[in-house]
T-cell receptor, first 112, second 112 residues
Framework: EPEVTQTPSHQVTQMGQEVILRCVPISNHLYFYWYRQILGQKVEFLVSFYNNEISEKSEIFDDQFSVERPDGSNFTLKIRSTKLEDSAMYFC??????????FGPGTRLTVT | RKEVEQDPGPFNVPEGATVAFNCTYSNSASQSFFWYRQDCRKEPKLLMSVYSSGNEDGRFTAQLNRASQYISLLIRDSKLSDSATYLCVVKGNTGTASKLTFGTGTRLQVTL
C-alpha cells in the first residue's frame, strides 16, 4: 500500500537555524499539506499546496515558513529561523482528490 | 466555542465492550467529516469518513447529524488493539485543498 514518507524522523536544531523537512507524498496524489502537533496538543493545519502553489495557509504559517515542490516527488517545508516554540511533530499529508488526506509518520523537530 | 470539540476521556473499557464517542463542530458550512485514530507519538490514520446517512465499517459505526452539528463513533466488541486516541476531524470547503480541523481527541484504553 502506498505511503507518505518523511525525513528525517527526528531533527534537533539550535534556535535561529534554518531547517528543511522533507516529504514524499503518495505518487499519484495532487494535493499536499503540512500540519504540526505540539506535544500534548491537537493537530494544527499549516499549509495546503495544489498545482504548484499555496492554496491556503494558517496564521501559524508566517514569513518564517515556506514550502516547495522542487521536483515531481518531493514536498518540503522550510523554517528559516527556528524558535523554541517551533518544537513539534510536523506531519506531511497528501490526497488524490481534495477529500481524504493520508499522513506521513512525521518529523519530530526539537529546537534548543 | 472550539471549532471541533470532543470529550478528552480517557475511556477505560473492558475487552468486548461497546463504546461511543461524540463530537460537535461549530462551522455549519463544514462539508466533510472523518474519524482518525492516533497511536502515541504516531501519525493520524484515517479510520473512516462519515456520511450523512451514517455508515458502518466492521465493528465501527459513524453517524452525522448536520442539524445538531454532531458526529459520533460507535465501536462494538472492543479489542485491545483499539486502544488509541480517536480524532474527530472536519473539513471545510474554502478551496480546492481545504484544511482539516482536528479535535483534541478522545483517548480509549481497552483492558483485559
Amino acid at each position: 500500500e502506498p505511503e507518505v514518507t518523511q525525513t528525517p524522523s527526528h531533527q534537533v536544531t539550535q534556535m535561529g537555524q534554518e531547517v528543511i523537512l522533507r516529504c514524499v507524498p503518495i505518487s499519484n496524489h495532487l494535493y499536499f499539506y503540512w500540519y504540526r502537533q505540539i506535544l500534548g496538543q491537537k493537530v494544527e493545519f499549516l499549509v495546503s499546496f495544489y498545482n504548484n502553489e499555496i492554496s491556503e495557509k494558517s496564521e501559524i504559517f508566517d514569513d518564517q515558513f515556506s514550502v516547495e515542490r522542487p521536483d515531481g516527488s518531493n514536498f518540503t517545508l522550510k523554517i528559516r529561523s527556528t524558535k523554541l516554540e517551533d518544537s513539534a511533530m510536523y506531519f506531511c499529508a497528501s490526497s488524490l482528490t481534495s477529500y481524504e488526506q493520508y499522513f506521513g509518520p512525521g518529523t519530530r523537530l526539537t529546537v534548543t | 466555542r472550539k471549532e471541533v470539540e470532543q470529550d478528552p476521556g480517557p475511556f477505560n473499557v473492558p475487552e468486548g465492550a461497546t463504546v461511543a464517542f461524540n463530537c460537535t463542530y461549530s462551522n455549519s458550512a463544514s462539508q466533510s467529516f472523518f474519524w482518525y485514530r492516533q497511536d502515541c507519538r504516531k501519525e493520524p490514520k484515517l479510520l473512516m469518513s462519515v456520511y450523512s446517512s451514517g455508515n458502518e465499517d466492521g465493528r465501527f459505526t459513524a453517524q452525522l447529524n448536520r442539524a445538531s452539528q454532531y458526529i459520533s463513533l460507535l465501536i462494538r466488541d472492543s479489542k485491545l488493539s483499539d486502544s488509541a486516541t480517536y480524532l474527530c476531524v472536519v473539513k471545510g470547503n474554502t478551496g480546492t485543498a481545504s484544511k482539516l480541523t482536528f479535535g483534541t481527541g478522545t483517548r480509549l484504553q481497552v483492558t483485559l
